[in-house]
């Protein structure tokens, strides 16, 4: 299978449902024709959009009338041809036309056709939209969804909002945790050896830094638990829960695949934890994933409803990584995006409100809640604490230096996506009070 038809093949599973990094993951390529097809199409993911503007307004009367192979054809046309540089755009449009005649053979005429037109107007158009200030060109040039375009506005203010949209068009990179700071030297050379361009961080000292994406079960280290993916603020969140308890019991409600659950453990050996999530197949990951760590004699997973379970033992901190847009996560994850719209934020707040509610009920007099999101809206975020510090007992406490915010919040902090190896977070730390009934 050969790049183009790979990333038309990801991209109609995405249209679907699917997850690009996983469907990539799955295909059976080669090193050039995988790193194509993931040009191709995070490329086309990042601004889909935009890249339905600018072929679909050459598809009439109406781009519904057109089969789906053509619509598709063309949107992963135009971001190849108008963004990738150092591309073979005759390859690519032959590619196309190709792969549109298997199922539609008069469709494949109008694919040829409108690239064509594409290659000729297309870059004059991006031209034009550069200039546009509006909100709406804006948002269509940096791939945000204009609902999203306006809550940045109204959250941060119009110049810091439009910095959020530009970002959404920096690079990504990998950041590796090392499972323990003084093995960061010997990892870097065995990453070195193996040809992988990376550097230590200058913000986390168990943080490496790879100047690319990678499959982790290629690098070195990754089987034996030495290094696991993850952004440096995600770490920097379990840093604030592992400091948050010196020693004892803590509950990660929201444990997902544990990859924040064994950054909490790597973190503080003197913790043990519990963690819970409603999906199966998440806890069983997880449970691989502490068995790769050898962390599984200091933490149990469990399968349920974080709003109904009880913990084992009583927590003295609780994390809440909640679920959320994935805001701060689109650079990574851009087809998530555009499966979102702004009442899904009512229904992620209000589940978000119930989880800190019951968090705060849970943790032991005296003890701590950090409460996270990987979101940069304010409704998902300071919003929900506010509401909830309200009905509870809890105290708002300071912040480690560890955590290196970009937008202090009324309560909280905000990091934004401002480097290749971070994502957008949220973080809050409440403390309840001693003597306090639950």
Known sequence: MRGIEAALKVLSAVEKGGFASQKLRDLPLDAPDRTLAASLVYACLRRAELWRFLAFEYLRPKPEGFSPSVRLALQLGAAGALELKNFAVPALVNGLVDWTKRSDRGGAKVVNAVMRR???????????LGNDRSLEARSLLFGVPLWAARLFTRDYGSETGDALLKTQQSPVALALRVSRSDLRERVLASLGASGWNASPSDLLSESIRLETTALPPCLPGYDAGLVTPQSETSMSVAHEAAASCPEGRILDMCAGRAVKSGAVLQANVRLTLEGWDLSKPRVLAGMKELTRLNLTGRAKLRTGDALELVPEEAPDAILVDAPCSGSGTWRRHPEAK???????????SALQRRLLDRACRLVKPGGTVIYSTCSLFAAENEAVVSQVIEETPMTVEPL??????DSLRSPGAVAFPSTPWNDGFYLVKLRRPLGKER
């Open 118 to 128: 594409l290659l000729d107007q297309g870059p004059a158009r991006l031209e034009q």
């Open 400 to 405: 480690s230096p560890s955590f290196k915010f």
């Open 338 to 348: 555009w499966r979102l719209s702004e009442s899904d934020l009512a229904s992620n």
